[in-house]
Protein backbone atom coordinates (compact mmCIF):
# COMPACT_ATOMS: atom_id res chain seq x y z
CA UNK A 1 0.00 0.00 0.00
CA UNK A 2 1.29 3.34 -1.32
CA UNK A 3 1.94 6.04 1.33
CA UNK A 4 0.17 9.15 1.48
CA UNK A 5 2.82 12.09 0.40
CA UNK A 6 1.12 15.24 2.25
CA UNK A 7 1.10 12.80 5.65
CA UNK A 8 5.00 12.07 4.82
CA UNK A 9 5.43 16.12 4.64
CA UNK A 10 3.71 17.06 7.98
CA UNK A 11 5.89 14.11 9.39
CA UNK A 12 8.90 15.86 7.81
CA UNK A 13 7.76 19.42 9.33
CA UNK A 14 6.79 17.94 12.66
CA UNK A 15 10.49 15.95 13.17
CA UNK A 16 11.95 19.05 11.57
CA UNK A 17 10.51 21.35 14.45
CA UNK A 18 11.52 18.78 16.94
CA UNK A 19 15.36 18.73 15.72
CA UNK A 20 14.77 22.96 15.70
CA UNK A 21 13.57 22.98 19.18
CA UNK A 22 10.97 25.37 21.22
CA UNK A 23 12.15 28.49 20.71
CA UNK A 24 12.21 27.99 16.89
CA UNK A 25 8.14 27.12 17.28
CA UNK A 26 7.56 30.11 19.97
CA UNK A 27 9.15 32.31 16.98
CA UNK A 28 6.55 31.13 14.63
CA UNK A 29 3.89 31.50 17.30
CA UNK A 30 4.64 35.55 18.67
CA UNK A 31 6.58 36.34 15.90
CA UNK A 32 6.29 39.45 13.21
CA UNK A 33 3.96 38.88 10.67
CA UNK A 34 4.93 39.10 6.85
CA UNK A 35 1.73 41.49 6.50
CA UNK A 36 1.80 43.10 9.72
CA UNK A 37 2.21 47.19 9.20
CA UNK A 38 3.73 48.67 12.40
CA UNK A 39 3.53 52.40 11.27
CA UNK A 40 -0.25 51.82 9.91
CA UNK A 41 -1.42 49.91 13.08
CA UNK A 42 0.66 53.03 14.80
CA UNK A 43 -2.07 55.71 12.66
CA UNK A 44 -4.98 53.47 13.38
CA UNK A 45 -4.26 53.38 17.55
CA UNK A 46 -4.12 57.55 17.58
CA UNK A 47 -6.93 58.03 15.27
CA UNK A 48 -9.14 56.25 17.46
CA UNK A 49 -7.45 57.98 20.56
CA UNK A 50 -8.23 61.03 18.88
CA UNK A 51 -12.09 60.04 18.37
CA UNK A 52 -12.18 59.07 21.96
CA UNK A 53 -11.06 62.41 22.79
CA UNK A 54 -13.80 63.70 21.01
CA UNK A 55 -16.34 61.66 22.44
CA UNK A 56 -14.93 62.95 25.57
CA UNK A 57 -15.68 66.34 24.61
CA UNK A 58 -19.19 65.86 22.99
CA UNK A 59 -20.49 63.68 26.20
CA UNK A 60 -19.52 66.43 28.96
CA UNK A 61 -21.05 69.11 26.81
CA UNK A 62 -24.67 67.29 26.07
CA UNK A 63 -24.46 66.05 29.92
CA UNK A 64 -23.70 69.79 31.20
CA UNK A 65 -26.54 70.78 28.52
CA UNK A 66 -29.13 68.48 30.12
CA UNK A 67 -28.13 69.25 33.58
CA UNK A 68 -28.37 73.13 33.22
CA UNK A 69 -31.83 72.30 31.02
CA UNK A 70 -33.54 70.01 34.28
CA UNK A 71 -31.95 72.34 37.03
CA UNK A 72 -33.31 75.88 35.27
CA UNK A 73 -36.73 74.41 33.80
CA UNK A 74 -37.52 73.23 37.29
CA UNK A 75 -36.43 76.57 39.17
CA UNK A 76 -38.52 78.24 36.47
CA UNK A 77 -41.57 76.03 37.00
CA UNK A 78 -41.08 75.62 40.80
CA UNK A 79 -40.97 79.60 41.07
CA UNK A 80 -44.11 80.72 38.92
CA UNK A 81 -46.17 77.75 41.22
CA UNK A 82 -44.89 78.90 44.49
CA UNK A 83 -45.83 82.70 42.96
CA UNK A 84 -49.41 81.85 42.79
CA UNK A 85 -51.23 82.31 45.81
CA UNK A 86 -54.03 79.97 44.97
CA UNK A 87 -51.54 77.38 44.78
CA UNK A 88 -50.21 78.41 47.69
CA UNK A 89 -52.95 78.05 49.95
CA UNK A 90 -54.79 75.19 48.37
CA UNK A 91 -51.55 72.69 48.29
CA UNK A 92 -49.62 73.47 50.83
CA UNK A 93 -51.73 76.07 53.57
CA UNK A 94 -49.47 77.39 56.00
CA UNK A 95 -46.09 76.55 54.51
CA UNK A 96 -45.11 79.92 53.83
CA UNK A 97 -43.87 78.81 49.94
CA UNK A 98 -42.56 82.44 49.68
CA UNK A 99 -40.31 82.45 52.30
CA UNK A 100 -38.92 78.40 51.71
CA UNK A 101 -38.30 80.13 47.85
CA UNK A 102 -36.50 83.24 49.45
CA UNK A 103 -34.36 80.94 50.99
CA UNK A 104 -33.69 78.46 48.19
CA UNK A 105 -32.68 81.46 46.03
CA UNK A 106 -30.40 82.34 48.93
CA UNK A 107 -28.85 78.62 49.27
CA UNK A 108 -28.19 78.81 45.45
CA UNK A 109 -26.25 82.62 45.18
CA UNK A 110 -24.99 83.17 48.31
CA UNK A 111 -23.21 79.79 49.16
CA UNK A 112 -20.60 80.10 46.23
CA UNK A 113 -19.46 82.79 47.60
CA UNK A 114 -17.16 80.59 49.83
CA UNK A 115 -16.26 78.25 47.03
CA UNK A 116 -12.72 79.34 46.48
CA UNK A 117 -12.06 77.70 49.83
CA UNK A 118 -12.81 74.47 49.01
CA UNK A 119 -13.00 73.86 44.90
CA UNK A 120 -9.36 73.41 44.07
CA UNK A 121 -9.10 70.65 46.86
CA UNK A 122 -12.08 69.16 45.60
CA UNK A 123 -10.83 68.88 42.12
CA UNK A 124 -7.34 67.84 42.93
CA UNK A 125 -9.01 65.18 45.61
CA UNK A 126 -11.70 64.11 43.32
CA UNK A 127 -9.88 64.54 40.08
CA UNK A 128 -11.60 66.17 37.29
CA UNK A 129 -14.00 63.80 35.61
CA UNK A 130 -15.57 62.42 39.34
CA UNK A 131 -16.06 66.59 40.73
CA UNK A 132 -17.77 67.03 37.65
CA UNK A 133 -20.10 63.40 38.03
CA UNK A 134 -20.52 64.38 41.52
CA UNK A 135 -22.02 67.86 40.66
CA UNK A 136 -24.26 66.03 37.92
CA UNK A 137 -25.39 63.98 40.89
CA UNK A 138 -25.99 67.03 43.44
CA UNK A 139 -28.03 68.58 40.92
CA UNK A 140 -30.37 65.62 39.98
CA UNK A 141 -30.86 65.61 44.10
CA UNK A 142 -31.85 68.98 43.60
CA UNK A 143 -34.85 67.77 41.06
CA UNK A 144 -35.45 65.02 43.43
CA UNK A 145 -36.33 66.99 46.45
CA UNK A 146 -39.55 68.40 44.35
CA UNK A 147 -41.33 65.26 44.60
CA UNK A 148 -42.03 66.42 48.85
CA UNK A 149 -41.79 69.93 48.78
CA UNK A 150 -41.02 70.53 52.40
CA UNK A 151 -38.39 72.97 54.15
CA UNK A 152 -35.86 69.96 55.07
CA UNK A 153 -35.94 68.83 51.69
CA UNK A 154 -35.79 72.37 49.34
CA UNK A 155 -33.54 74.41 51.19
CA UNK A 156 -30.74 71.90 52.11
CA UNK A 157 -30.70 70.91 48.52
CA UNK A 158 -30.46 74.25 47.45
CA UNK A 159 -27.52 74.69 49.64
CA UNK A 160 -25.77 71.35 47.98
CA UNK A 161 -26.36 73.19 44.36
CA UNK A 162 -24.52 76.64 45.26
CA UNK A 163 -21.67 74.32 46.97
CA UNK A 164 -21.10 72.28 43.46
CA UNK A 165 -22.05 75.29 41.68
CA UNK A 166 -18.49 76.54 41.05
CA UNK A 167 -16.66 73.08 41.21
CA UNK A 168 -18.82 71.98 38.00
CA UNK A 169 -17.39 74.72 36.12
CA UNK A 170 -14.24 74.85 37.49
CA UNK A 171 -14.09 70.82 36.71
CA UNK A 172 -15.70 71.54 33.15
CA UNK A 173 -13.28 74.63 31.92
CA UNK A 174 -10.56 72.47 33.22
CA UNK A 175 -11.86 69.09 31.13
CA UNK A 176 -12.77 70.94 27.71
CA UNK A 177 -9.12 72.28 27.93
CA UNK A 178 -7.20 69.42 28.98
CA UNK A 179 -9.36 66.99 26.03
CA UNK A 180 -7.61 70.02 23.46
CA UNK A 181 -4.51 69.90 25.10
CA UNK A 182 -4.67 65.50 24.58
CA UNK A 183 -5.94 65.79 21.37
CA UNK A 184 -2.52 67.70 20.06
CA UNK A 185 -0.67 65.13 21.46
CA UNK A 186 -2.31 62.22 19.80
CA UNK A 187 -2.58 64.15 16.41
CA UNK A 188 1.16 64.97 16.58
CA UNK A 189 2.31 61.81 18.31
CA UNK A 190 5.52 61.77 16.47
CA UNK A 191 7.07 65.19 17.39
CA UNK A 192 9.74 65.27 19.63
CA UNK A 193 7.89 66.84 22.54
CA UNK A 194 5.34 64.73 22.78
CA UNK A 195 7.43 61.09 22.53
CA UNK A 196 9.41 62.47 25.10
CA UNK A 197 6.05 63.80 27.48
CA UNK A 198 7.87 67.19 27.37
CA UNK A 199 5.59 70.89 27.32
CA UNK A 200 4.65 71.64 24.03
CA UNK A 201 5.77 75.14 22.10
CA UNK A 202 3.53 77.96 22.96
CA UNK A 203 0.65 78.28 21.18
CA UNK A 204 0.36 74.44 19.71
CA UNK A 205 -2.72 73.69 21.10
CA UNK A 206 -4.84 76.94 20.60
CA UNK A 207 -6.56 75.55 17.61
CA UNK A 208 -8.08 72.67 19.61
CA UNK A 209 -9.24 74.72 22.33
CA UNK A 210 -10.89 77.00 19.63
CA UNK A 211 -12.57 74.13 18.19
CA UNK A 212 -13.45 72.65 21.76
CA UNK A 213 -14.49 75.17 23.59
CA UNK A 214 -16.83 76.22 20.29
CA UNK A 215 -17.99 72.63 20.51
CA UNK A 216 -19.24 73.32 24.21
CA UNK A 217 -21.01 76.48 24.39
CA UNK A 218 -23.04 75.15 21.49
CA UNK A 219 -24.51 72.03 23.16
CA UNK A 220 -24.56 73.97 26.47
CA UNK A 221 -26.31 77.31 25.17
CA UNK A 222 -29.43 74.67 24.39
CA UNK A 223 -30.01 74.32 27.65
CA UNK A 224 -32.00 77.80 27.30
CA UNK A 225 -33.89 76.25 25.19
CA UNK A 226 -34.38 72.97 26.99
CA UNK A 227 -35.54 74.31 30.04
CA UNK A 228 -38.20 75.94 28.31
CA UNK A 229 -39.64 72.73 27.53
CA UNK A 230 -42.11 72.00 30.68
CA UNK A 231 -43.00 75.61 30.26
CA UNK A 232 -43.82 75.21 26.47
CA UNK A 233 -45.36 72.04 26.92
CA UNK A 234 -47.11 71.76 30.34
CA UNK A 235 -47.62 75.23 32.28
CA UNK A 236 -48.52 77.42 30.16
CA UNK A 237 -51.74 75.21 29.88
CA UNK A 238 -52.53 76.60 32.93
CA UNK A 239 -51.05 80.31 32.78
CA UNK A 240 -53.86 83.52 32.86
CA UNK A 241 -53.46 85.54 29.35
CA UNK A 242 -52.04 88.90 30.04
CA UNK A 243 -55.00 91.00 30.32
CA UNK A 244 -55.17 89.45 33.88
CA UNK A 245 -51.58 89.11 35.15
CA UNK A 246 -50.77 92.56 34.13
CA UNK A 247 -53.65 94.27 35.26
CA UNK A 248 -51.84 95.88 38.34
CA UNK A 249 -48.79 97.01 36.16
CA UNK A 250 -48.06 100.57 35.44
CA UNK A 251 -44.50 100.65 34.43
CA UNK A 252 -42.34 98.71 32.15
CA UNK A 253 -38.61 98.72 30.78
CA UNK A 254 -36.53 101.45 32.18
CA UNK A 255 -39.25 102.92 34.25
CA UNK A 256 -39.56 99.88 36.58
CA UNK A 257 -38.55 98.83 40.16
CA UNK A 258 -37.77 95.80 41.16
CA UNK A 259 -38.86 93.08 39.92
CA UNK A 260 -41.97 93.48 37.91
CA UNK A 261 -44.27 95.87 40.40
CA UNK A 262 -47.83 94.88 40.32
CA UNK A 263 -48.03 92.07 38.99
CA UNK A 264 -50.71 89.74 39.73
CA UNK A 265 -50.38 87.42 42.92
CA UNK A 266 -53.08 85.00 40.26
CA UNK A 267 -51.21 83.63 37.84
CA UNK A 268 -52.77 80.11 37.07
CA UNK A 269 -56.90 80.08 35.84
CA UNK A 270 -56.31 76.25 36.98
CA UNK A 271 -54.12 74.34 39.33
CA UNK A 272 -52.22 71.48 37.65
CA UNK A 273 -52.86 68.27 39.25
CA UNK A 274 -50.30 66.44 41.49
CA UNK A 275 -50.19 63.58 39.45
CA UNK A 276 -49.15 65.75 36.31
CA UNK A 277 -46.34 67.54 38.35
CA UNK A 278 -44.96 64.26 39.47
CA UNK A 279 -45.13 63.04 35.79
CA UNK A 280 -42.91 66.27 34.40
CA UNK A 281 -40.78 66.21 37.09
CA UNK A 282 -39.68 62.52 36.62
CA UNK A 283 -38.90 63.27 33.21
CA UNK A 284 -36.88 65.40 34.48
CA UNK A 285 -35.29 63.09 37.09
CA UNK A 286 -34.93 60.92 33.94
CA UNK A 287 -33.13 63.83 32.15
CA UNK A 288 -30.50 64.36 35.36
CA UNK A 289 -29.93 60.94 35.53
CA UNK A 290 -28.89 60.56 31.59
CA UNK A 291 -26.31 63.00 32.41
CA UNK A 292 -24.86 60.72 35.36
CA UNK A 293 -24.54 57.81 33.13
CA UNK A 294 -23.17 60.29 30.35
CA UNK A 295 -20.35 61.50 32.69
CA UNK A 296 -19.72 58.57 34.16
CA UNK A 297 -19.77 56.03 30.95
CA UNK A 298 -18.63 58.23 28.18
CA UNK A 299 -16.29 60.54 29.42
CA UNK A 300 -12.98 59.47 29.77
CA UNK A 301 -10.44 60.84 32.14
CA UNK A 302 -8.47 64.32 31.82
CA UNK A 303 -5.27 62.56 33.24
CA UNK A 304 -3.56 60.01 33.32
CA UNK A 305 -2.91 57.85 37.08
CA UNK A 306 0.63 58.55 37.52
CA UNK A 307 -0.50 62.37 36.04
CA UNK A 308 -3.29 62.93 38.74
CA UNK A 309 -1.16 61.52 41.92
CA UNK A 310 1.64 64.51 40.52
CA UNK A 311 -1.36 66.69 40.82
CA UNK A 312 -2.66 65.99 44.67
CA UNK A 313 0.90 65.49 45.75
CA UNK A 314 2.14 69.08 45.79
CA UNK A 315 0.51 69.34 49.21
CA UNK A 316 -3.13 69.79 50.05
CA UNK A 317 -1.97 73.20 51.68
CA UNK A 318 -0.11 74.24 48.17
CA UNK A 319 -3.06 73.70 46.59
CA UNK A 320 -5.59 75.49 48.98
CA UNK A 321 -3.29 78.72 48.48
CA UNK A 322 -2.21 78.32 44.47
CA UNK A 323 -5.53 80.11 43.38
CA UNK A 324 -4.98 83.57 45.43
CA UNK A 325 -1.23 83.28 44.27
CA UNK A 326 -2.87 83.17 40.45
CA UNK A 327 -4.12 85.98 41.16
CA UNK A 328 -0.74 88.40 41.33
CA UNK A 329 -1.07 87.36 37.76
CA UNK A 330 -1.53 90.73 36.32
CA UNK A 331 -3.07 89.17 33.13
CA UNK A 332 -5.91 87.73 35.24
CA UNK A 333 -6.11 90.56 37.46
CA UNK A 334 -6.98 92.69 34.14
CA UNK A 335 -9.54 90.28 33.22
CA UNK A 336 -11.40 90.02 36.85
CA UNK A 337 -13.90 92.52 35.65
CA UNK A 338 -14.75 90.78 32.27
CA UNK A 339 -15.30 87.34 34.70
CA UNK A 340 -17.88 89.91 36.82
CA UNK A 341 -19.61 90.78 33.97
CA UNK A 342 -19.78 87.69 32.35
CA UNK A 343 -21.40 86.81 35.89
CA UNK A 344 -23.69 90.01 35.75
CA UNK A 345 -25.12 89.81 31.98
CA UNK A 346 -26.30 86.29 31.76
CA UNK A 347 -28.53 86.86 35.55
CA UNK A 348 -30.06 90.15 33.83
CA UNK A 349 -31.37 88.46 30.68
CA UNK A 350 -32.83 85.76 32.64
CA UNK A 351 -34.30 88.07 35.37
CA UNK A 352 -34.41 91.41 34.47
CA UNK A 353 -34.57 91.72 30.87
CA UNK A 354 -37.20 89.02 30.55
CA UNK A 355 -39.28 89.98 33.07
CA UNK A 356 -39.01 93.90 33.51
CA UNK A 357 -39.17 93.92 29.42
CA UNK A 358 -40.55 91.09 27.83
CA UNK A 359 -43.13 89.71 30.47
CA UNK A 360 -44.14 93.17 31.29
CA UNK A 361 -45.08 94.01 27.31
CA UNK A 362 -45.97 90.41 26.41
CA UNK A 363 -47.38 88.68 29.14
CA UNK A 364 -46.20 85.23 31.23
CA UNK A 365 -47.44 83.08 28.50
CA UNK A 366 -44.59 84.43 26.37
CA UNK A 367 -41.73 84.28 28.32
CA UNK A 368 -40.35 80.61 26.99
CA UNK A 369 -40.44 81.90 23.16
CA UNK A 370 -38.79 85.01 24.58
CA UNK A 371 -35.72 82.38 26.43
CA UNK A 372 -35.52 80.16 24.02
CA UNK A 373 -34.60 83.09 21.08
CA UNK A 374 -32.03 83.88 23.66
CA UNK A 375 -31.25 79.91 23.85
CA UNK A 376 -31.13 79.33 19.56
CA UNK A 377 -28.83 82.60 19.02
CA UNK A 378 -26.38 82.07 21.85
CA UNK A 379 -25.88 78.47 21.01
CA UNK A 380 -25.74 79.32 16.94
CA UNK A 381 -23.46 82.36 17.39
CA UNK A 382 -21.21 80.58 19.79
CA UNK A 383 -19.38 79.43 16.21
CA UNK A 384 -18.77 82.70 15.90
CA UNK A 385 -15.39 82.35 18.07
CA UNK A 386 -14.01 80.02 15.49
CA UNK A 387 -13.13 83.43 13.74
CA UNK A 388 -10.05 83.26 16.25
CA UNK A 389 -8.75 80.20 13.93
CA UNK A 390 -8.04 83.37 11.50
CA UNK A 391 -8.59 86.62 12.98
CA UNK A 392 -6.78 88.16 16.71
CA UNK A 393 -8.10 86.67 19.34
CA UNK A 394 -9.53 89.87 20.70
CA UNK A 395 -12.09 90.43 18.35
CA UNK A 396 -14.79 88.17 19.89
CA UNK A 397 -14.50 89.82 23.18
CA UNK A 398 -14.45 92.95 22.18
CA UNK A 399 -16.92 92.93 19.48
CA UNK A 400 -19.50 90.93 22.21
CA UNK A 401 -18.88 94.05 24.47
CA UNK A 402 -19.72 96.33 22.19
CA UNK A 403 -23.43 94.73 20.98
CA UNK A 404 -24.11 94.26 24.51
CA UNK A 405 -22.85 98.20 25.26
CA UNK A 406 -25.51 99.31 22.46
CA UNK A 407 -28.00 97.52 23.60
CA UNK A 408 -27.66 98.29 27.11
CA UNK A 409 -27.98 101.97 25.51
CA UNK A 410 -31.08 101.10 24.10
CA UNK A 411 -32.83 99.71 27.17
CA UNK A 412 -31.87 102.34 29.16
CA UNK A 413 -33.69 104.41 26.82
CA UNK A 414 -37.12 102.45 26.32
CA UNK A 415 -39.72 102.13 28.53
CA UNK A 416 -42.53 100.16 26.71
CA UNK A 417 -46.19 100.22 27.75
CA UNK A 418 -47.49 97.29 29.45
CA UNK A 419 -49.62 94.67 27.13
CA UNK A 420 -47.88 96.55 24.32
CA UNK A 421 -47.79 93.13 22.14
CA UNK A 422 -46.99 94.51 19.15
CA UNK A 423 -43.43 94.93 20.07
CA UNK A 424 -42.97 91.60 20.03
CA UNK A 425 -40.96 91.30 17.16
CA UNK A 426 -38.19 94.20 18.57
CA UNK A 427 -38.02 91.83 21.80
CA UNK A 428 -37.37 88.76 20.13
CA UNK A 429 -34.46 90.31 18.34
CA UNK A 430 -32.87 92.14 21.70
CA UNK A 431 -33.39 88.75 22.90
CA UNK A 432 -31.34 86.95 19.86
CA UNK A 433 -28.79 89.79 19.66
CA UNK A 434 -28.20 89.35 23.31
CA UNK A 435 -27.34 85.76 22.57
CA UNK A 436 -24.90 86.75 20.38
CA UNK A 437 -23.09 88.89 23.05
CA UNK A 438 -23.55 86.40 25.49
CA UNK A 439 -21.86 83.53 23.12
CA UNK A 440 -18.67 86.22 21.88
CA UNK A 441 -17.85 86.67 25.97
CA UNK A 442 -18.71 82.81 27.39
CA UNK A 443 -16.80 81.29 24.48
CA UNK A 444 -14.21 84.16 24.12
CA UNK A 445 -13.16 84.06 27.80
CA UNK A 446 -12.99 80.25 28.19
CA UNK A 447 -10.66 79.89 24.65
CA UNK A 448 -8.79 83.26 25.90
CA UNK A 449 -7.82 81.36 29.56
CA UNK A 450 -7.20 78.24 27.64
CA UNK A 451 -4.33 79.90 24.86
CA UNK A 452 -2.91 82.15 28.52
CA UNK A 453 -2.34 79.31 30.70
CA UNK A 454 -1.81 75.91 28.97
CA UNK A 455 0.03 74.50 31.88
CA UNK A 456 -2.19 71.45 33.08
CA UNK A 457 -0.62 71.85 36.52
CA UNK A 458 -2.62 75.14 36.51
CA UNK A 459 -5.88 74.84 34.63
CA UNK A 460 -8.08 73.78 37.69
CA UNK A 461 -6.59 77.01 39.72
CA UNK A 462 -7.54 79.19 36.65
CA UNK A 463 -10.34 78.19 35.83
CA UNK A 464 -11.72 78.24 39.51
CA UNK A 465 -10.73 82.03 39.82
CA UNK A 466 -12.52 82.03 36.75
CA UNK A 467 -16.47 80.96 37.96
CA UNK A 468 -15.37 82.18 41.43
CA UNK A 469 -15.80 85.58 40.36
CA UNK A 470 -18.89 84.57 37.96
CA UNK A 471 -20.61 83.37 41.40
CA UNK A 472 -19.63 86.56 42.94
CA UNK A 473 -21.42 88.79 40.30
CA UNK A 474 -24.54 86.27 40.26
CA UNK A 475 -24.51 86.91 43.62
CA UNK A 476 -24.23 90.59 43.50
CA UNK A 477 -27.10 90.56 41.19
CA UNK A 478 -29.51 88.55 43.33
CA UNK A 479 -28.50 91.46 45.82
CA UNK A 480 -29.67 94.45 43.50
CA UNK A 481 -32.74 92.68 42.64
CA UNK A 482 -34.61 95.45 44.34
CA UNK A 483 -32.60 98.38 42.52
CA UNK A 484 -34.67 100.79 39.95
CA UNK A 485 -34.02 99.61 36.41
CA UNK A 486 -31.93 102.66 35.55
CA UNK A 487 -29.54 101.98 38.38
CA UNK A 488 -29.19 98.39 37.37
CA UNK A 489 -28.26 99.16 33.56
CA UNK A 490 -26.07 101.90 34.86
CA UNK A 491 -24.09 99.41 36.77
CA UNK A 492 -24.02 97.20 33.55
CA UNK A 493 -22.92 99.88 31.30
CA UNK A 494 -20.08 100.28 34.27
CA UNK A 495 -18.65 97.14 34.13
CA UNK A 496 -19.11 96.46 30.49
CA UNK A 497 -16.83 99.53 30.28
CA UNK A 498 -14.66 98.56 32.73
CA UNK A 499 -14.55 95.47 31.42
CA UNK A 500 -13.42 96.50 27.87
CA UNK A 501 -10.59 98.68 29.15
CA UNK A 502 -9.03 96.51 31.08
CA UNK A 503 -8.97 93.69 28.57
CA UNK A 504 -7.25 96.20 26.04
CA UNK A 505 -5.23 97.40 28.69
CA UNK A 506 -3.90 93.57 29.32
CA UNK A 507 -3.53 92.91 25.56
CA UNK A 508 -1.54 95.93 25.26
CA UNK A 509 0.96 95.02 28.27
CA UNK A 510 1.16 91.63 26.36
CA UNK A 511 2.56 93.12 23.13
CA UNK A 512 4.95 95.38 25.01
CA UNK A 513 6.68 92.31 27.06
CA UNK A 514 6.05 93.44 30.26
CA UNK A 515 6.73 90.61 32.50
CA UNK A 516 4.10 88.69 34.46
CA UNK A 517 4.68 86.91 37.52
CA UNK A 518 3.63 83.15 37.83
CA UNK A 519 3.42 81.38 40.93
CA UNK A 520 6.26 78.19 40.71
CA UNK A 521 4.48 74.87 41.10
CA UNK A 522 5.40 72.65 43.70
CA UNK A 523 7.60 69.35 43.28
CA UNK A 524 5.31 66.31 43.84
CA UNK A 525 6.28 64.87 46.90
CA UNK A 526 6.56 61.36 46.45
CA UNK A 527 8.33 58.26 48.74
CA UNK A 528 10.75 57.15 46.40
CA UNK A 529 9.96 53.67 46.58
CA UNK A 530 7.42 51.67 44.85
CA UNK A 531 7.40 50.68 41.25
CA UNK A 532 5.93 53.65 39.86
CA UNK A 533 8.57 56.27 41.45
CA UNK A 534 11.54 54.42 41.58
CA UNK A 535 14.89 56.94 41.69
CA UNK A 536 17.36 55.52 38.86
CA UNK A 537 19.99 54.20 41.96
CA UNK A 538 16.92 53.05 43.79
CA UNK A 539 18.60 49.39 44.09
CA UNK A 540 21.64 50.73 46.31
CA UNK A 541 22.01 50.80 49.69
CA UNK A 542 19.87 53.39 51.69
CA UNK A 543 18.61 55.29 48.73
CA UNK A 544 15.28 55.75 49.33
CA UNK A 545 16.95 57.67 52.32
CA UNK A 546 19.06 59.94 49.98
CA UNK A 547 16.43 60.44 47.88
CA UNK A 548 13.62 61.81 50.07
CA UNK A 549 16.46 64.27 51.65
CA UNK A 550 17.89 64.93 48.35
CA UNK A 551 13.68 66.40 47.11
CA UNK A 552 13.52 67.63 50.57
CA UNK A 553 16.68 70.09 50.53
CA UNK A 554 16.66 70.81 46.77
CA UNK A 555 12.89 70.92 45.80
CA UNK A 556 10.81 72.71 48.82
CA UNK A 557 7.10 72.50 48.82
CA UNK A 558 6.20 75.91 48.06
CA UNK A 559 9.04 78.42 46.18
CA UNK A 560 9.07 81.57 45.04
CA UNK A 561 7.45 83.40 42.55
CA UNK A 562 9.43 83.84 39.01
CA UNK A 563 8.51 86.77 36.64
CA UNK A 564 8.31 86.00 33.44
CA UNK A 565 7.59 87.79 30.02
CA UNK A 566 5.09 86.52 27.27
CA UNK A 567 7.51 85.15 25.52
CA UNK A 568 9.20 82.81 28.38
CA UNK A 569 6.24 81.84 29.46
CA UNK A 570 5.79 77.66 29.21
CA UNK A 571 2.74 78.13 28.04
Known amino acids: MEKDPSCCQDAAKTAAGEMLGPEAQLDDIVGAHTDYNEEEEEQKYFRRKRLGVVKNVLAASLAAMLTYSVYLGLLQMQLILHYDETYREVKYSNMELEDIDRKVLMG ?96 ACSAYIVVFQ ?24 YIYQLNHTLSG ?33 SVLMAAAFLAMLMVLLLCGSAYGTTEEIDLRSIGWGNIFQLPFKHMRDYRLRHLLPFFIYSGFEVLFV ?4 SLNYGVCTLGLEKLAYLLIAYGFSASTCSSLALCMLRLRRQYPLLAGALLHAAILVMLFCWAPKPQQVEQAPLLYTIAALWGMGSALNKTGISILL ?54 IWMERRLAQRVAFRLPRMPRPRHRASGYRYLEEDSDETNSEDEGTSRDNSQHPAEEDETPRDDGEQRN
Open 214 to 237: TIFYICFHLSFVCAQMPMLFFLNN
Open 108 to 203: INVTPVVALLYTPVLIRFFGTKWTMFLAVGIYALFVSSNYWERYFTLVPSAVAIGVAIVPFWASLGNYITRMAQKYYEYANYKEEHVQEQRQAPRG
Open 249 to 281: VKHCGTLSHGMLTGFNKTVLDSLPRSVNLIMVE
Open 350 to 353: CNDF
Open 450 to 503: GMLYEDKERQDFIFTIYHWWQALAIFTVYLWSGLPMKAKLSLMLLALGLAAGSY
